[in-house]
């Protein structure tokens, strides 16, 4: 089981960015996808979950500036980034859960490895 972040970096505020999670090893198409992010000190916070029919659900705040879409065809998540803040930066994880949608990070069963996601002020 393979889950591959790209996309991260460092950014201006207002800034967009579009964040890639390759994904290989399991039924895709099946699965739950999840974002979250951690920042140094914090816990590991709820961002965008996809169910596999396409239902959309969203971390506090975050419907309208992010975007999560997935293609199955392609074994890939998407996150669309908008309107960047500083409160953004933290590092980025993508996550595959074998149920219906939570934001209990403990509940997903596979991870990437997360990608930086840096917004400069």
């Known amino acids: 089981v393979q889950l591959v972040e790209s996309g991260g970096g460092l950014v201006q505020i207002g800034e967009s960015l579009r964040l890639s999670c390759a994904v290989s090893?399991?039924?895709?198409?099946?699965?739950?996808m999840g974002w979250f992010r951690q920042s140094p000190g914090k816990e590991r916070d709820f961002v965008a979950g996809?169910?596999?029919?396409?239902?959309?659900f969203y971390g506090d705040g975050l419907k309208g500036r992010f975007i999560i879409s997935r293609d199955n065809a392609k074994n890939t998540l998407y996150l669309q980034m908008n309107s960047l803040k500083p409160d953004d930066t933290a590092v980025y994880y993508c996550?595959?859960?074998?149920?219906?949608?939570?934001?209990?990070?403990?509940?997903?069963?596979?991870w990437g490895q997360g990608i930086q996601v840096t917004v400069s002020s």
């Open positions: 996809i169910s596999w029919s396409g239902n959309t």
């Open positions: 996550a595959a859960r074998d149920g219906v949608w939570t934001t209990d990070a403990s509940q997903y069963d596979y």
């Open positions: 090893g399991f039924a895709f198409s099946k699965y739950t």
